[in-house]
């Protein structure tokens, strides 16, 4: 059996839909930005595997740059957290409800 | 082997300036110790007036740039310096909200710089890569900016939101962007066009053109995917909500504009029918929701989501092929370039209201650790600060859409750009919608002119953001009067990215 | 190929349910008696004192923070290291030059500023 894009692409599927579920069913902040993390390595997937089957660098540039993003985008969100954690005590999604009226 | 693509740096001065200024206000905030408060205000001010007159100083030729990654043109001109007024704006108003609470914040500045870089490349983006990248600058600087009161929860909790939802989205956008890529063979809007304008690009095309429109969507604030809206708005410190509201929501859709008219003339056979449907539900959810709310910048929250409504009403005259014949070439449609300029213009309006109205809200101040933000706070207002009441009024007016402000004048261009598109029934509901949304705005200035001065505890004053304020409210009458210059410009803007 | 795969599969099964079925049997045949000295670490270390959830002090999550988006930084340095011999054969040297310097430049600005707040202070 040959691994070809087909199984990469299903594999990517894969990750995004237990990330996208995850995100969604997970109330614990942290594991919501690890969800985040994990669609964002389905895609970066994708593009490789898409870069490889059509011989062209741009999906490896987009995944590079990916990596850059989605680092800054983790440090700002635990940076974040770590200011509502020191008031709160908690980084359950549900219980940020003081702008609920 | 490595070849450079040529580098035209005219083209690129604005947002070198602008980028830049960010480093060089960083790290004077990191070594200047000796630093009065408002020096950072003065130093961000004259990085965002450099840009301006680099841009007007030098006219570069317009084109594709850096290998066809960023097309500068008149229509990028003109949002750049929509971005850059906007942020000028926030910039004052923020720094007159810091020296109104004695909390000084210097990682303010950078940020909206960077900000504001991010969303003048995103509508500058002639390529996933870089439209993914000025999105994620964009928002990153504006995360940061909603976290911006150390130690209020609300703020902190509101940015929370804003990341995670926002960070769910990119993620869609760039599954999306990967599943475009593979279809298209390469990222960049030209190839997608030629896959995407015949409408065959496949099953996979059409996913991935989805997740990237879901990807917008939550930018723009569509219905159904608009729950952070109100929390973040209402969260966020009232100059930063004024700056998500009109610049964040400005550039997107400039950049959403330019991705369905130059990547997608073909979609409009697949899409439209959903994109109907979504229009039409974010225009009366928006207005529906608007009314029952108490606080002000909640309520100004729902009514950006109806204003995005109204907005993608144009985008939708964009998309309808011309007189019911699917195969007419787009760009030689007279309801595109009406629906085109009509956005545009609808754009610049809506942000100098609502610059005006956050400019009123975010400088009465706070009392016990929140901001004007019930309606009921501004009882009596007219009594109290006349001048501040008369900017909040104009503005109200003009985001309900009454005659002889820009609010009336952009609804008009776009309802008759769609009307003219043969969306007729979509035109009479948006009537409707903006019918309705009177009620909600006027209650406010019912409230401000009409009852009783109860001596409320907000009580702050601060004359630069007022005469800001001012500038702006009178700018909304004068466009409402005068439009013929300005809609001549966004005419002429539009028409230059149709090329 | 998928045909060679099928006896090391069968081993595979085999093993997986001869360990569960030994499992099961000892669980439900063995007897139990429970007391607290058969229960303690015996020979294993000490009784475990305190939560297992320590409580880290937050300036190593700030640095952690820090290592992160520095470290990340990194992997745009690799292509470039690849692509820089071609660049001098294709006369392009100076300007991949002053890319990299520019890109480390900002990153040095970022550095700096860190430093100067006191992110990188220790107490």
């Known amino acids: 059996m ?16 237990v990330g996208m579920v995850g995100f969604i069913v997970r109330r614990n902040t942290l594991i919501m930005l690890m969800c985040v993390e994990l669609m ?61 009226e | 082997m490595i070849t450079v693509p040529p580098v035209n740096w005219p083209a690129l001065l604005p947002y070198l300036v602008i980028g830049g ?63 850059l007024g906007i942020g000028l704006v926030t910039t004052v108003y923020g ?81 999306g962007a990967a599943l475009l890529y593979g279809c298209a063979g390469g990222t960049s809007y030209a190839a997608l066009a030629a896959v995407g304008g015949t409408g065959e690009g496949g099953p996979l095309f059409a996913v991935g053109l989805g997740l990237v429109l879901v990807g917008f969507a939550f930018k723009v604030a569509m219905v159904p995917f608009h729950m952070w809206t109100p929390d973040v708005y209402d969260g966020a410190p009232a100059h930063v909500t004024g700056f998500m509201a009109t610049a964040v929501k400005a550039a997107a859709f400039g950049a959403l504009i330019r991705f369905v008219t130059i990547a997608l003339p073909g979609l409009a056979a697949h899409w439209s029918g959903l994109l109907t449907v979504l229009t039409v539900l974010t225009m009366t959810a928006g207005n529906l929701l608007a009314l ?16 995005a409504g109204y907005l993608l009403l144009g985008v939708l005259a964009i998309l309808a092929p011309a007189g019911g014949d699917p195969g007419r070439p787009l760009r030689e449609s007279a309801v595109v370039q009406a629906a085109g300029s009509g956005l545009l213009f609808y754009l610049l309006g809506y ?72 969306l007729v029934p979509l035109a009479i509901w948006g009537v409707v919608n903006s019918l309705l949304s009177v009620y909600y705005y006027l209650r406010v200035v019912v409230v401000m002119y009409m009852s009783d001065d109860q001596t409320e505890p907000f009580d702050g004053r601060n004359w630069e953001t007022i005469l800001l304020a001012g500038c702006l409210a009178a700018l909304v009458v004068l466009l409402g009067v005068f439009p013929a210059a300005v809609h001549g410009l966004t005419s002429l803007a539009f028409g230059t990215m149709l090329g | 190929m998928t045909a060679s795969a099928v006896p090391v599969l069968l081993v595979l099964l085999v093993a997986v349910l001869f360990a569960a079925l030994f499992l099961v049997l ?18 294993c270390g000490i ?31 690799y292509p470039w290291v690849l692509v820089f011999r071609s660049s001098l054969e294709s006369g392009a040297a100076a300007f991949a030059l002053g890319e990299m310097g520019v890109f480390l430049a900002i990153l040095v600005t970022g550095f700096v500023y860190v430093w100067r707040k006191g992110g990188l202070e220790w107490q």
């Open chain 2, 292 to 307: 029952v709310q108490a606080s002000i910048k909640r309520m100004l929250a729902y009514s950006s989501i109806a204003h």
């Open chain 3, 26 to 43: 000892s669980y439900w045949l063995g007897p139990r008696r429970r007391d607290p000295l058969k229960e303690s670490p015996y020979e």
């Open chain 1, 40 to 100: 964002l390595s389905a895609a970066n997937l994708v593009f490789v595997a898409f870069s490889r089957e059509l011989g062209d660098e741009a999906g490896h540039v987009f995944v590079l740059m990916n990596f850059a993003v989605a680092a800054a985008e983790v440090a700002i969100g635990l940076a974040i957290l770590m200011e509502i954690f020191r008031r709160r005590r908690s980084v359950d999604a549900d219980d940020l409800n003081t702008l609920m």
């Open chain 3, 47 to 77: 009784p475990a004192r305190g939560t297992v959830q320590i409580r880290f002090f937050v300036r190593f999550f700030l640095v952690a923070l820090f290592f992160l988006i520095f470290d990340l930084e990194a992997v745009f340095l």
């Open chain 2, 351 to 422: 942000c100098l209201m609502n610059l005006a109205a956050f400019g009123v809200i975010s400088q009465l101040g706070r009392s016990g650790g929140v901001e004007a933000d019930q309606v009921d706070h501004y009882r009596g207002l007219s009594g109290r600060q006349p001048v501040a009441a008369a900017v909040l009024a104009v503005a109200m007016f003009s985001l309900a859409g009454i005659p002889g402000t820009v609010g009336f004048l952009g609804k008009f261009y776009l309802f008759e750009a769609a009307i003219r598109a043969q």
């Open chain 1, 2 to 17: 040959e691994v070809g894009l087909t199984h990469y692409l299903l594999l990517a599927a894969a990750v995004f839909l």
């Open chain 2, 95 to 175: 720094s007159a909200v810091y020296s109104q609470d004695g909390d000084y914040r210097p990682e303010f500045y950078p940020l909206v710089l960077f900000a504001v870089l991010g969303m003048m490349v995103l509508v500058a983006a002639s390529d996933l890569l870089i439209l993914f990248l000025g999105i994620e600058t964009m928002s990153l600087a504006v995360y940061a900016l909603v976290c911006g009161r150390r130690g209020e929860l609300r703020s902190s909790e509101a940015a929370l939101k804003y990341l995670l939802l926002g960070s769910f989205a990119s993620a869609f956008l760039l599954m």
């Open chain 2, 21 to 83: 200024g960010g480093l060089v206000v960083m790290l004077v905030d990191a070594f200047v110790r000796t630093l009065r408060k408002d020096h950072l205000t003065a130093l961000t001010g004259l990085v965002f007036l450099g840009a301006a007159i680099a841009m007007i100083a030098v006219k570069p030729e317009p084109g594709p740039q850096l290998g066809g990654m960023l097309t500068v043109q008149m229509y990028t001109r003109f949002f750049d310096f929509l971005l």
